[in-house]
């Protein structure tokens, strides 16, 4: 779905480029198209048509452009090509990350949720947490639904300190307030149990 939005937005110069290294398959080639694409498209935004917004939206994707500029976009596309088609995707996706300076990055992170199986790319993403780029940091706390979806209770209370600490806004973070619903439920649902199974008489008032 990205790739059918983003593609056609891209400018003319390098359209042919990134659509021919999108059906490539040797991940050599893809690691370097994924170097190159932060140079070639460097500093150009990424504002989607109102229409491809939509279509984002409606697919659920409607967090992707957020926060993200051009560059960004296709080497998210370009991660995801690769790790489709890698046997051993999580080594890959730690490698990438390893060698990639911060604007890599930030894309690998943002690509997490993207990738197949993505709870397989959890050191990934906490490695993103741990960052002392508050850029990098914010790839994956900021418009990325992965951490509410895959993070544990203290891998997620550890980002939301850290997102205090920043003074980043706390509406930035997706799934939070559904995350600590859910939270609370559990907590319910426990106390209901202690309570069913413990006789009256060694209740509290």
Do not use: H
């Not at 659920?60 to 051009?70: A, S």
Request: include cysteine; proline fraction near 6%; aromatic fraction near 6%.
């Amino acid at each position: 779905m990205l790739r059918a939005v983003l593609v056609p937005e891209l400018p003319a110069s390098c359209r042919t480029w990134v659509e021919q290294v999108l059906e490539g398959q040797d991940e050599a080639a893809l690691r370097a198209a994924f170097a190159r694409s932060g140079v070639e498209l460097a500093d150009q935004p990424w504002v989607p048509t109102f229409a491809s917004g939509r279509t984002l939206a409606d697919n659920g994707l409607g967090w992707i452009p957020i926060e993200i500029d051009l560059a960004t976009a296709v080497r998210v596309l370009i991660l995801v090509r690769a790790a489709n088609r890698s046997p051993a995707a999580p080594a890959l996706v730690d490698g990438w990350y390893a060698a990639a300076d911060a604007s890599g990055q930030c894309a690998v992170l943002r690509s997490l949720s993207l990738l197949p199986y993505p709870k397989r790319f959890l050191r990934t993403a906490i490695e993103g947490t741990r960052s002392r780029d508050v850029r990098v940091f914010r790839a994956i706390a900021v418009q990325n639904p992965y951490p509410s979806m895959f993070f544990s209770d203290s891998a997620m209370d550890d980002l939301l300190e850290r997102v205090a600490s920043e003074r980043i806004a706390l509406a930035g973070v997706l799934g939070v307030e559904e995350r600590a619903l859910a939270r609370a439920m559990l907590r319910r649902d426990a106390l209901a149990a202690v309570r069913q199974s413990t006789p009256a008489d060694d209740l509290p008032n």
